[in-house]
Nanobody, 121 residues
Framework: QVQLVESGGGLVQAGGSLRLSCAASGRPFSRYAMGWFRQAPGKERATVAAISRNGESTYYTDSVKGRFTISRDNANNMMYLEMKSLTPEDTAVYFC??????????????WGQGTQVTVSS
């Protein structure tokens, strides 16, 4: 089992920045690919970004390319999502997830509870 806890969400004005964190515990963090996902009201959960076990491979959905950066710190069991130039369309609950396989879909095995990001216009 892997336990995941997100933090760093909040209310920010359009054009602002936030940094989300995902703290992992349980099995060795470096065994797992990780991802960030989001679900806006009335919409399905969608992949935002993903990162391979060693951090060498990353994926971003088109709408966040150039604005968001995913990273991980295997020594401290942490993953991050740096978000810049936020727009109201980025408003959603953001989830982190872990899985044994690096995927761009949301087929991950372990999920956090989510953190709310709200971007005001």
């Amino acid at each position: 089992q892997v336990q995941l806890v997100e933090s760093g969400g909040g209310l920010v004005q359009a054009g602002g920045s936030l940094r989300l964190s995902c703290a992992a515990s349980g099995r060795p963090f470096s065994r797992y690919a990780m991802g960030w996902f989001r679900q806006a009201p009335g919409k399905e959960r969608a992949t935002v970004a993903a990162i391979s076990r060693n951090g060498e491979s990353t994926y971003y959905t088109d709408s966040v390319k150039g604005r968001f950066t995913i990273s991980r710190d295997n020594a401290n069991n942490m993953m991050y999502l740096e978000m810049k130039s936020l727009t109201p369309e980025d408003t959603a609950v953001y989830f982190c997830a872990a899985g044994l396989v690096f995927r761009t879909s949301d087929e991950y095995d372990y999920w956090g509870q989510g953190t709310q990001v709200t971007v005001s216009s």
